[in-house]
């Protein structure tokens, strides 16, 4: 597509549910990231796929956090038993290659963000 | 460990006048530094990018900024504000070989007409 597509826009769910969050990159970006911007914060990382593989998922907060990119292209992100402190607007992000700047052609180009509200 | 920091918030400034949002960062290598611009119900669209070439980076919409090593700075300017301009206002920082970017907690841009 023409961008990055994230669905939904807003969720709001209860505490204890599970929730999917769902990112379409760019057509061709192998890279594809998540981030998660809590109220008056900058973006917080979360986790980097390259391909298929998640190259760094050392930003989960902890286990009940989990993505998959099972054909290299979507990505799912999946929280189970949501927490009260999950709320936030979760970021999806994607490049042509890794994003290492000194090419002068890797940029992230990023999604409008999931709104995630638990009640 | 990398990190930045933006010194303000809230930023206003009249139309037509100087936009000076500041950045700092923290790096014990040398670092690659962005500044990306989030408008409302929008994704972050990237302005800049320091990557160890010219000091001196100029981005899109007249926006620039100067990477000062002995000042570990990499403050953000437009010469005249315009209406267009109001949005929030975030710095990054990364390292080569490193994909994740490190974002300071933003400052949002007010233009009083």
């Known amino acids: 597509g023409a961008g990055v597509s994230q669905t939904p826009s807003n969720k709001v769910t209860e505490k204890g549910k599970y929730v999917e969050l769902r990112c379409d990159p760019i057509?061709?970006?192998?890279?594809l990231y998540w981030y998660r911007q809590s109220l008056g914060q900058g973006p917080e990382f979360l986790i980097y796929?390259?391909?298929?593989?998640?190259?760094?998922d050392s930003g989960l907060p902890n286990d009940r956090f989990f993505a998959v990119r099972p054909e290299g292209s979507v990505s799912t992100l999946k929280i189970q038993r949501t927490e009260r402190g999950d709320s936030a607007v979760y970021l999806c992000?994607?490049?042509?290659?890794?994003?290492?700047?000194?090419?002068?052609?890797?940029?992230?180009?990023f999604g409008a963000g999931s709104r995630l509200t638990v009640l | 460990a990398q990190s930045v920091t933006q010194l303000g918030s809230h930023v206003s400034v009249s139309e037509g006048a100087l936009v000076l949002l500041r950045c700092n960062y923290s790096?014990?290598?040398?670092?690659?530094l962005f500044w990306y611009v989030q408008y409302p119900n929008q994704g972050l669209q990237l302005l800049l990018k320091?990557?160890?070439?010219?000091?001196l980076v100029k981005g899109i919409n007249g926006f620039e900024a100067e990477f000062k090593k002995s000042e570990t700075s990499f403050h953000l300017t437009k010469p005249s504000a315009h209406m267009s301009d109001a949005a929030e206002y975030f710095c990054?920082?990364?390292?080569?070989?490193?994909?994740?970017?490190?974002f300071g907690t933003g400052t949002r841009l007010t233009i009083i007409p």
């Open positions: 992000a994607s490049s042509l290659s890794p994003g290492l700047p000194s090419s002068g052609a890797n940029v992230l180009t």
């Open positions: 057509s061709g970006h192998t890279a």
């Open positions: 796929f390259q391909g298929t593989g998640a190259a760094d």
């Open positions: 790096s014990s290598v040398p670092p690659y």
């Open positions: 320091y990557t160890s070439a010219a000091t």
């Open positions: 990054a920082v990364t390292r080569f070989g490193n994909e994740k970017l490190t």
